[in-house]
């Protein structure tokens, strides 16, 4: 009864109600920030840029891609076959683990100081993980890990359009890293998604987890729409 009463009361609240009662607890549970129980704010465009300067061991690439994407849901439509732009800002970080404090938690990547590296556009209080408690101690695997994962991995559309297209990110970098962390337990049809992608489900990495080299692909779109590799996958 509880549960349904609280999901009553979410679509009864209406939403700029609810996004201020969330930045007031942000806002009240910024010592926890400060001493790295939770997550602090995400790391925004100029921080980004100088991550490679403000830590050690960072290395930090950004590139401007336009490309165009067509809907293939509805082949008959002139409207929905006409090509549209998609501008994406793509970043790769590459960073140390281990005793620089670089970490994955919390499905991100976080920073010595409980920093999140994530799309600079959305606001902290809307990340899911906002008020969960980081792990003190993240468990060291050997060998190198790469970033696949986002604020909501086990929804279908989140998986499918905005994650796997990651992998597309990396090969074109050239690379191949020892684990993908895909920050929770992955379901069957991830798997089966994981396998038809080229990628060994058995190679993937939960909870926290730090190792010899992290790697992190952001791809944040300006002005909407969808990543043209994502057709691939869906």
């Known amino acids: 009864m509880l549960s ?3 999901h009553d009361l979410k679509r009864r609240v209406p939403g700029r109600v609810r996004e201020s009662a969330r930045q007031v607890l942000y806002d009240l549970s910024k010592p926890l ?9 995400v790391f925004d465009d100029a921080e980004l840029d100088g991550l490679a300067q403000r830590y050690a061991d960072v290395e930090v690439h950004t590139e401007y891609v336009h490309e165009t994407w067509t809907d293939p849901t509805h082949p008959k439509s002139p409207v929905r076959q006409t090509p549209r732009p998609v501008d994406t800002v793509v ?9 620089s404090g670089w970490r994955f938690d919390l499905n991100h990547l976080i920073g010595p100081d409980g920093r999140v590296l994530y799309e600079a556009n959305l606001e902290t209080t809307s990340l899911a993980t ?3 408690r980081l792990t003190r101690q993240p468990r060291r695997v050997d060998g190198s890990i790469a970033y696949l994962s986002n604020t909501w991995p086990t929804n279908f559309f989140h998986w499918m359009v905005l994650t796997l297209p990651l992998v597309d990110r990396y090969r074109a970098a050239g690379i191949e890293p ?7 337990e992955l379901v069957g049809w991830q798997r089966e998604s994981l396998a038809l992608a080229g990628l ?3 190679r993937t990495l939960t909870g926290a987890v730090t190792g010899d080299e992290l790697h992190t692909v952001v791809a944040t779109r300006l002005g909407g ?3 043209p590799r994502a057709i691939g996958y869906v």
Do not use: I, K, N
């Open 4 to 6: 349904v009463g609280l």
């Open 33 to 41: 920030r400060q001493r790295g129980v939770l997550p602090g704010p």
């Open 91 to 99: 970043t790769r970080v590459r960073c140390g683990g281990g005793a």
């Open 130 to 132: 906002t008020f969960r």
């Open 178 to 184: 020892d684990w993908w962390y895909v920050g929770e």
């Open 200 to 202: 060994d489900p058995g």
């Open 225 to 227: 729409g969808l990543d």
